[in-house]
């Protein structure tokens, strides 16, 4: 296969204002939540930066950061938040400009990134298909060949005729995501922006980019925390780390390098003055860790024996729906479960004051299945707004110990391995 495209020693560097009382640094990217909040923005940032004047600071997003793709490759691309993703992807889809570096790309590009990219809000979704084809060099011929197919797919019928300002962010994505998909660009650069739709419509997502890429040769650069839709249509993983490349290789490498770095899998994260914490003016996250049931912190754990998942943060700003949470995911990407701290009782509905505080939850013996885990996390402002959300910023490792294994047994099917109380009779006769 030809290479369709090269990147050469790219680099991108912001300069960021900083105001008084604020963390050092700023947002680069506006976050979606991964599907389990409706479409949230908050700020993140982290990273190593150098003075530039008063109250400035050079950040460099992305650095000497050198690939090739070919034709046909579907490459994920994964990292923590802050790490380069999404500005890597609007500088292959030219929406900003490189710093140092070159990129040099081979055929039409069609971008799905942040919501309300691409899309005239004043016009209606009719129009804005037809604005994406010419956009794409397709000639109304063309695009009318593919016109109800689109409209199909994106499953809005009843809203053709209505400004794309009126739709919801789930209409949005239906749409932008049909007329990325079935206008024929020769490469498909998808972010984050799918985690707004439904659980069944990214699966119908994640199939029609599968069956382009098969079928038809297209390329596909694909951005998300979901190591399981990544795995599931990636084929080559890229890992970026603080801007530059950690990994790529094969996708089931990758990821598993990603959820077993030495950072993730110490059994504690800690945000430090060099790293930003992640948060804004209400709450600031500061420390994430897991620990054993003898209260030490670890990222090896006894199937046998429960463990508590513990978050550290500071509240600036009190509010009486705030609420901090996790989410356990298998090295698969496979959501376990969800846990909120508002299932504490004394905390359920009340203001929390100002100030530091330690949110603690222990997860009973024998619920988790041998194996690699990941631990997310966020805080919110119960269904209005997201504060912080935190993918990967942890992983543990459970294993089996017990007589099982003494007795040879090998690891049970499943997510979870629950301990069951069986009774067996005998009921008459020989």
Not at 18 to 39: I, K, T, W
Not at 202 to 217: F, I, N, P, Y
Request: charged share 25%.
């Amino acid at each position: 296969m030809s290479t369709v495209i090269t990147v050469e020693n790219l680099g991108k560097k912001y300069l960021l204002n900083h105001q008084s009382g604020r963390q050092p640094y700023v947002a680069l990217r506006d976050v979606l939540s991964d599907g389990m909040r409706s479409l949230s923005r908050k700020l993140l940032g982290s990273g190593a930066g150098t003075s530039h004047g008063a109250g400035r600071e050079e950040f460099w997003a992305l650095r000497d950061v050198s690939f090739e793709v070919r034709q046909g490759d579907r490459i994920g691309i994964i990292g923590r938040n802050g790490a380069g993703k999404s500005t890597l992807l609007k500088i292959l889809s030219r929406i900003t400009e490189p710093t140092t570096g070159s990129i040099r790309i081979k055929g039409r590009v069609a971008s799905l990134l942040e919501v309300g990219t691409g899309f005239h809000p004043e016009l209606t979704g009719r129009e804005n298909i037809y604005l994406n084809g010419a956009i794409l060099g397709m000639s109304r011929v063309e695009i009318r060949k593919k016109f109800d197919e689109i409209v199909a797919f994106a499953e809005i019928e009843k809203f053709l005729d209505t400004p794309v300002k009126r739709y919801s962010s789930g209409m949005y994505v239906r749409l932008a995501f049909a007329v990325a998909a079935h206008l024929e660009p020769e490469i498909l650069v998808v972010d984050e922006v799918l985690a707004v739709g439904d659980a069944q419509f990214q699966k119908k997502c994640l199939g029609k980019m599968e069956d382009v890429s098969a079928r038809e040769g297209r390329t596909i650069l694909f951005v998300s925390h979901n190591m399981a839709a990544v795995g599931q249509l990636c084929d080559r993983g890229l890992w970026l780390e603080r801007g530059t490349i950690k990994s790529m290789g094969t996708v089931s490498k990758v990821v598993d390098a990603y959820l077993s770095d030495g950072d993730a899998a110490a059994g504690v994260r800690i945000w430090s003055g060099s790293e930003s914490a992640p948060g804004n003016e209400r709450i600031s996250l500061l420390v994430v860790r897991v620990r054993d049931h003898l209260d030490e912190v670890s990222a090896q754990l006894d199937m046998e024996h429960s463990f508590s998942v513990e978050l550290e943060y500071q509240i600036h700003a009190p509010h009486a729906q705030l609420r901090t949470g996790f989410w356990i995911y298998t090295a698969e990407g496979v959501l376990v479960f969800v846990a909120g701290d508002n299932e504490d009782p004394a905390w359920r509905g009340v203001k929390r004051p100002g100030g530091r505080y330690l949110s603690r939850c222990r997860i009973p013996a024998m619920l988790l299945n041998s194996g690699r885990y990941s631990v997310t996390v966020a805080a919110d402002i119960q269904g209005s707004e997201l504060l912080f959300l935190q993918h990967n910023v942890l992983s543990f490792q459970v294993e089996q110990t017990g007589p099982t294994v003494l007795d040879g047994a090998q690891r049970s099917p499943g997510i979870v391995r629950p301990s069951l109380a069986w009774r067996v009779e005998r009921m008459g006769g020989k």
